[in-house]
């Protein structure tokens, strides 16, 4: 397998059916061969385990715990966190920290408040309850926010006027949709550099204990979370 091969960057496979197995052994057949892994946005264990590679990824505690609390000072009462069947663990970290902030408020959020399926079934989405002016749905990224917002139109609601809604990522199409999304931006760049900056780390000693770098950040605000 090495051929040649200084290092290896590696953002885990999530929502496919085995991921977790798959991930495990493209890791271990890499670390078996000895070439240098960094892994690039997620862990592939859920916390709190850690994996035996260094990750470089977005500080996701952080980032969720900073969107409830913006859709908390807009002005919801009741939050939701919606996300697809099999998401990357970083979408775990989001929902906990969703949790945490929201309870922390003195807000309710249980499982009742946890919404795991398919954003374009609208049976499933019409059992989402929403109080009009006091419900807010944090998507676990902007590709589940955009058909969420789509199937919530599709029966009966109004996005800014009955709820708001956000996700993550800050896609290019988030401030082009009917009505703009807020999104939480990733720091792309400094991913990179700092993927980087650990690979050489590792090319030049392998034995190291394993890194987690968590970066920050930047909500974006836009229409979808003010109410009209």
Known sequence: ?????????????????????????????????GIPLILI???IVPIPQKSPFDVVCLDNYSAGAIMAQHLIQAGCKHIYFFHR?????????RFLAVKDTIQ?????FNVQNDFCGNPEDL??????????????????????????????E??????????????????????????SLTSFIQPCKEIANTSI???????????????????NGQIIKRDSTRFI
């Open 1 to 33: 397998m090495k051929k040649n091969v200084d290092g290896i960057f590696f953002s885990p496979l999530e929502r496919v059916p085995d991921a977790d197995r798959i991930n495990e052994t493209i890791c271990n057949k890499i670390q078996q061969e």
């Open 41 to 43: 946005d997620r862990d």
């Open 85 to 93: 069947p099999d998401s990357a663990y970083s979408v775990r970290i």
């Open 104 to 108: 922390e408020q003195g807000l309710t």
């Open 123 to 152: 049976d499933f989405v019409k059992t989402i309850p929403v109080i009009k002016g006091e419900t807010g749905i944090i998507c676990a990224n902007d590709s589940t926010a955009a058909v969420l917002m789509s199937s919530l």
């Open 154 to 179: 599709a029966i009966g609601h109004k996005i800014a006027s009955d709820l708001l809604i956000c996700g993550f990522d800050d896609m290019k199409y988030s401030r082009h949709l009917k009505c």
């Open 197 to 215: 900056d650990l690979m050489i780390r590792r090319i030049k000693c392998n034995d190291r204990l394993p890194m987690n770098v968590y970066l």
